[in-house]
């Protein structure tokens, strides 16, 4: 509370104001940061939700993919039933947090359109690990205001493994707040890496980095779904995660929504 007396000893009049309106601006601002702080944990709280029932109905498919389900997008990037179908819920559920936000979406079930406020889904990163049944895909959503991302959920749906951050709030898998590793030298890391999986020119490029990371490292790890990798590396399991640009081409939307791990919110 600032209090104001009728004779101030040390300085004019216009100084003193200035002084208590530049105390009360700086109320008026942090109570709106801690609005907004708190209008952001409400929608990452709505998103967790979103995410988690299109969760249950990737986990309610899991073995039940044959070849007839598979669709080939392009060289080595497949699409099934379940990425369509799980999609479709995300975006409904999403309409329902903000009802005026647009959409980037991998699998296109809904217009593609830019807005002041805009959720990039993932709906099955890791496809081919799932069509497989190796137990590494995710789902991947980030909400973004205008170009800055301010949620991010990724969920690992073997584990039930939930990890969220949003703007000034922390990062976190389920509940408990997480780090990246402490480890300082390359020699002690462990590195996640992704293959080239459609555009191959730079291959040579990176076979040398491969060999490098060989040499030199604690081991080298390939998931298959780089948004796990991006989480993993936020919460310490992995010290870092090499790729080429390359190979991030069809990757936008696991990396939109994981990266604002690397923020450490």
């Known amino acids: 509370m600032v209090r104001v007396s009728k004779h101030n000893e040390k300085g004019s009049w216009g100084t003193y104001l200035g002084k208590v309106l530049d105390e009360l601006n700086y109320l008026i601002t942090t109570n709106s940061d801690k609005s907004a702080m708190q209008d952001l944990l409400n929608i990452q709280t709505q998103t967790i939700n979103a995410v988690k029932k299109a969760s249950v109905f990737i986990q309610s498919e899991i073995g039940k993919i044959n070849n007839n389900d598979i669709e080939t997008k392009a060289l080595n990037s497949l699409v099934t039933y379940v990425d369509k179908n799980a999609e479709l819920i995300l975006v409904e559920e999403l309409q329902k947090i903000i009802p005026n936000a647009t959409f980037l979406t991998e699998e296109n079930t809904i217009e593609q359109t830019q807005g002041e406020w805009q959720w990039i889904v993932d709906p099955l990163d890791g496809t081919t690990n799932f069509i497989h049944q190796i137990p590494v895909f995710g789902i991947s959503v980030a909400l973004k205001h205008n170009d800055e991302i301010v949620v991010g959920v990724v969920y690992e749906v073997n584990k039930n493994e939930c990890f969220y951050a949003s703007k000034n709030n922390g990062a976190f898998l389920n509940g408990s707040k997480i780090y990246v590793s402490e480890t300082v030298t390359i020699a002690d890391s462990l590195v996640a890496t992704g293959f080239p999986y459609y555009d191959f020119g730079k291959a040579?490029?990176?076979?040398?980095?491969?060999?490098?990371?060989?040499?030199?490292t604690r081991g080298i790890r390939r998931l298959g779904?780089?948004?796990?990798?991006?989480c993993y590396v936020a919460c310490g399991r992995f010290d870092a995660f090499r790729i080429l640009t390359c190979t991030l081409g069809r990757c936008c939307w696991c990396i939109h929504c994981s990266g604002s791990w690397w923020y450490q919110y």
Do not use: C, G, H, V
């Open 225 to 230: 779904a780089a948004s796990i990798d991006l």
């Open 204 to 216: 040579e490029n990176y076979l040398n980095t491969l060999r490098f990371l060989m040499q030199n």
